[in-house]
């Protein structure tokens, strides 16, 4: 059968997609061919991906020598990644993924320690690197330092060189920082046998910002002090060090570099986690509450942020935060901008700012250790908005991103996860006819080289156009090219089409679109929304990639190009098409070369996959369609459950409706296994299905989409 492209032949079903925006400042940076070929081994060799609401993300992984428990930080260093681990070792990860310790570490004892140390809370906990000179650095770390009985919390600074692209710190260490008081080495301490374990260190905070060139700020957590009061009965819940002016505890401070003068910015931090400063010049600090109450504020100085007399956290097992005057408020302090209940354990926070991901600029990006995720924060006007969870299945410690836009993460599993936009796997063939590569899971037509154009695109999303409803919009997968529209859809009656998509690349005028292309290609007959099946599709580059096809075994595109004519009388008709081409792939060319096209209508046969998907796009699709519109049959969204024969605004056969049942899978599949049989009288037909395919295809009908 001829796929011809007139209205009338053609049942049309379009792909459901998200509207991405893809407008003529998408940058086309990235790169255009895959560049997976890694040379380093440290790299898991099949990358996984992660996909996110805008972006579809790559993950390229580096695992350090195990550190034993979380802490440790990372910083950009070019190209590279600069880590200090939690126990102290600098470790400089290559563009290539190279990992090289340094003999420097970081001084964390006054003397060799005469018992052994938990390492739970003391530990590195953040880096800075403050450039000083083209390839020169100061290195910052705060940390914990034991001297005597005493846990002291640093900032320590070295020197860094990056000429030549070869790391070296100097390794002479400066002390910048000591927060006043230090805490007990006994807090805290656990016993390995007979022998105790330094413990005190537990909820040090502790993140780093440059303010300006001369001043460092420094989030310093309490150290625990309600547990240390709680449980070892020390100190005074009146007098916590949180509100004791000549504390450093519960504080942000700012450190004046030349003279180490310390002053206190703001106040009330159980344990920051993260410190940023937004494209506004707005200062961030996520920080840990008890149990809940994880919190984002936007700092000002002077102010204080409640802890520990106002929290939406509570006590660990209990229902309440002992100090909280009104529970569950946040009452006569400064109010977290959000709040995370259950607590997620937020850690860093940064600014995106990543040339890869343009989309998500201006969010803020934080780890979070106990949700395993990254969050996705947006903004607006001192405002949360939104916020998206990337599940990475990791605790995310740090994180950082490279000039190169790539977002990289540490975990507390002793990981560096690069996270990068996933490449495209495109190439361009001079044969105008193929156009097709398949690499993976994607499938890539190089629009441009089909139609014989060689310009950069200037892709303009639908969405600009009134083209259509809105509905009707997130259904089809279409762009428009200068004047080329170009949409991507699938079949859905005949058994030849099934599990083909069909990309038209057609010429139009922009103004063209809303009159007559509206009938040629929009009046369908019967949409479909198919997302699960189909996948999804976007230009990247210059290329219409189409990614995640999970749902078939094996998969057809078509395409073909109609051409749009003028008769001397000014009636518009499409010809055509003028050259069509095909391109089947399943399991056997998976990674082999793309079969050739054939530039005839005869479409491959070839298996049909037997899911209830495809047995419903086979056999029913024709008829129903899966949004709330009715065609030949009733639409059949949400049909299970729903009674017989009352279908709102479809005028079924009394057959139906004195069934006098609500569709459950059983009775369904009974009924379209054997209408007449079932219902006498119905106007379906007998579809030809067997028991187990309407089985499978009632199964299909109760996901819940
Ligand atoms: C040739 C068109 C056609 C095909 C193909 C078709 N149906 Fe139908 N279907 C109908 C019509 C028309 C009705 C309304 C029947 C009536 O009013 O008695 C209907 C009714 C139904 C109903 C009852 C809906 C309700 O609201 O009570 C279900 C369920 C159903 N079809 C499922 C299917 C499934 C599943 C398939 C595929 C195996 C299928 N149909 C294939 C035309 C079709």
Redesign the pocket.
Known sequence: MRKGLKATSVLLVFIASATISLHPLYPRSIEAAPSLVLKNEVYVPDPPTKRTHLYELQLLIVRLEEFGDGGGAIEPLGDKVLVVTPRGRIAVIGADGEISYLPQEVPMFASPPDRPITWVGFRVADILLKETAPEAFTLFVSHHYLAGDCVEFRVSSTELNAEDGEIVVSGDWKTEFTANPCVDQELFESWEGEIPKTGGGIQAGGKMLMDGPEHLLVAVGDHAWYEWHEYQEEGDPATPPVVDPDSHLGKLVRIELATREVRIVATGFRNPQGLARDNEGNLWLTEHGPQGGDELNLVKPGLDYGWPYATYGILYGNRAWPYNENQGQHEGFEEPIFSWIPSIAISNLIVSDSPQLPLWRGDLLAGSLASGSLFRIRLRQDRVTSFERIVLGERIRDITQLDDGRIVLLTDSAKIIYLRRAPIYCHMDNDSKSIFTYDADEVCVDVLSAVGETEDPKIRALSELDIGTPRMRSYFQVYIHENLLVYLRIPCSAHEFRNRFFLHITPVDAEDVSEELRDFGFNVYDFYSYDEGIGRAMFEGGCFVVRDLPEYAYKHIYTGQVIREESPDGEVFWKGPVWEGSYTFGPESVGAAPDEVSVSPALPQEEASDSGAA??TT??????SLTDEHS???H?EG?IG??????EG????A??AT?DLV?TQES?AD??ED?TRF?P?????K?G?TAE??RK??EF?AWDR
Not at 619 to 624: E, I, R
């Open positions: 047995l419903f056999y029913c699709a024709g008829c129903h030949v049959g009733p059949l049909v729903r009674r017989a024969g009352e279908a479809f005028n079924a056969s057959a139906l069934l569709w369904l009924y379209v209408p219902a009288g119905t106007s379906m037909a579809t299905v395919e309407a295809i009632a009908l």
